[in-house]
């Protein structure tokens, strides 16, 4: 009989738990628990929560592109600092841990084979902050030499670990390319979806709608879909469903046809995927983009843009279209729009391929292929 793994999950907790980086660490580990074979030890490195403001508020940042006071807590080598000693402290509660899985990359002297699961390295974050198109509304806002010094403990960090899980083929390649990291060493794994697309609901409005989730709105193209939701009326009788704002973004009154859920819980954002005729997310940048998956596994159609990881999950022409990685305008979206919504066949088509992308965007499989390859190398 196989022994099992002694599996340590590192992560900086937000509270609730669920809610961390978008559910995605809850949701992994979760996954990795129902994994034959492994025993799953947490290692959590939770700040205590007036800690976390003091550390918030000492870098306190004001970005000028969006007018507003942000923090580079993230990124301060004092709150790295802090998060990996907790760290620690969990780890010597579990003595013998064959490998520990990292949530980004706090633990620079891990005391056990380290694997690091990312979805943008710190060089390409820099880049794409300092892209014109791509940074514009990115509401991180970091001092040029505190990303220098990021990129230089990550890339070192990166290098002496076990291995690197990244999100996309995107993340795993400007990894590479950046840190001379070998691409054999990089794993692509994905991510799995957090609403519940097993869950058969009741349609939540009678009219047919389009459907945009995404709390960075501006990031996420929301400003470009509600210029072009102008020009698709001319031609369809839907309504655009937006989750994510907590409130009207724009001066002036909300639109006819124009709905909004506000911070909707994933339980009723599932029944808005479900039932829904389009997914439209144009994002300026997306490291992964786990909405645009949650969409295909409902069988809906996807509109994003033609850059970073996006192109791996939207094949245009065939579950969805893309729109081009620098446009900005909200004619063309719409025509996008117009032609998905007109497309029956790729509509059908999109509905038979949704339990092959259930298979494939599960937190299961992520968490088999994470085991598969620590299974792998420690054979070695």
Not at 224 to 245: N, R, S
Not at 259 to 287: D, I, K, R, T, W
Request: a neutral charge.
């Amino acid at each position: 009989m196989e022994k099992a793994l002694r599996i340590g999950f590192a992560c900086e907790w937000s509270e609730p738990r669920e809610k961390t980086w978008s559910h995605t660490p809850y949701s992994l580990l979760q996954a990795l628990h129902r994994m034959p074979g492994a025993e799953i030890a947490d290692v959590p490195g939770q700040l205590h929560p007036l800690m976390l403001k003091v550390l918030k508020l000492l870098t306190l940042r004001y970005n000028p592109r969006l007018g507003d006071v942000v923090t580079q807590v993230m990124f301060s080598s004092a709150h790295s600092r802090m998060v990996e000693r907790q760290m620690h402290k969990a780890m010597r509660r579990h003595p013998q841990l064959d490998a520990v899985i990292s949530i980004f990359d706090f633990l620079s002297t891990p005391e056990a084979p380290q694997y690091i699961y990312y979805d943008l390295c710190v060089a390409e974050l820099r880049r794409v902050l300092a892209d014109p198109l791509q940074g514009r509304y990115e509401r991180m806002s970091y001092s040029s030499s505190l990303l220098r010094k990021r990129e230089e403990y990550q890339s070192k960090v990166f290098k002496q670990s076990a291995g690197l899980f990244a999100m996309s083929e995107y993340a795993a390649r400007t990894t590479a390319a950046a840190y001379g990291i070998d691409p054999g060493a990089i794993h692509v794994v994905r991510a799995g979806c957090n609403v519940n697309v097993q869950a058969q609901t009741e349609r939540p409005m009678q009219k047919q709608y389009v459907l945009f989730v995404g709390r960075d709105f501006k990031r996420k193209g929301g400003e470009l879909l509600l210029d072009a939701y102008e020009h698709v009326q001319k031609h369809h009788d839907v309504d655009v469903v937006i989750a994510g704002p907590a409130e009207w973004m724009r001066q002036g009154p909300v639109p006819d046809g124009v709905h909004l859920l506000g911070n909707a819980p994933l339980s009723q954002l599932s029944s808005y995927f479900q039932h829904a005729q389009l997914f439209v997310m144009p994002s300026y940048y997306e490291a992964f983009g786990i909405a645009f998956a949650e969409a295909l596994c409902y069988g809906v159609p996807v509109i994003a843009r033609n850059s970073c990881a996006m192109p791996e999950i939207v094949r245009h022409g065939q579950n969805g279209y893309l729109l081009g990685a620098e446009s900005e305008s909200p004619a063309e979206l719409a025509e996008l729009i117009n032609t998905a919504l007109a497309n029956t066949r790729m509509k059908h088509d999109t509905e038979q391929q949704a339990a092959k992308a259930r298979e494939y965007y599960s937190w299961d499989r992520v968490a088999a292929d994470m085991l598969s390859v620590v299974r792998k190398n420690l054979s070695r």
